[in-house]
């Protein structure tokens, strides 16, 4: 074989194969979109969660697609992805703690510090009427309009 045939069997391959992941990245995003008109629809919150879940699911995938085919990674040595992809993690996990951080702050902040308590939950007290007069307010506001 000579030089030129296998660059066009190469060119070739290589074409089919950017092909086929552009069918599959399509594929999943219409999946997506289906899932997500679908869910619109649901008022079951069990149900949309595991739609949600599978969602994210499907992202991952597509992401994996991409980096691995569009990004050349997927024929890259082992130790140049682990570069890529420890990190990635790292970024992940340090994104979900400050997430879940501030939401436990947001709750503390809500129970010990009265001035940050949110209105519906304190409890209002009923107003008295004037018992000892024998009077309500109104009846009591009158009786200083009359002297």
């Known amino acids: 074989m000579e030089q030129s045939e296998v660059v066009q069997l190469e060119h070739h391959e290589n074409k089919n194969e ?4 552009t069918i599959i990245l ?3 995003t219409i999946v997506e979109l289906v899932l997500g ?3 619109m629809k649901i008022d079951q919150p069990n149900l949309r969660l595991a739609i949600k ?3 994210v699911i499907l992202m991952l995938v597509k992401a994996f697609y991409i980096v691995g085919y569009f990004m050349h990674l997927k024929h890259e040595i082992k130790n140049l992805i682990m570069t890529i992809i420890v990190p990635l993690m790292l970024f992940v ?3 979900a703690a400050f997430l879940y951080d501030g939401n436990s702050f947001k709750n503390l902040r809500n129970n ?3 001035h940050f308590k949110e209105k519906s939950t304190q409890k209002v007290e009923a107003k008295e009427h004037n018992a000892e007069h024998g009077a309500t307010t ?3 506001t009158e ?3 009359e002297h």
Not at 18 to 21: A, C, G
């Open 53 to 55: 879940g599978s969602i």
């Open 93 to 95: 996990w340090f994104i």
């Open 112 to 114: 010990y510090d009265p």
């Open 26 to 28: 399509t594929i999943l």
């Open 143 to 145: 009786e200083h309009k």
């Open 37 to 39: 008109f679908w869910m």
């Open 138 to 140: 109104h009846d009591a």
């Open 18 to 21: 950017v092909r086929n992941v």
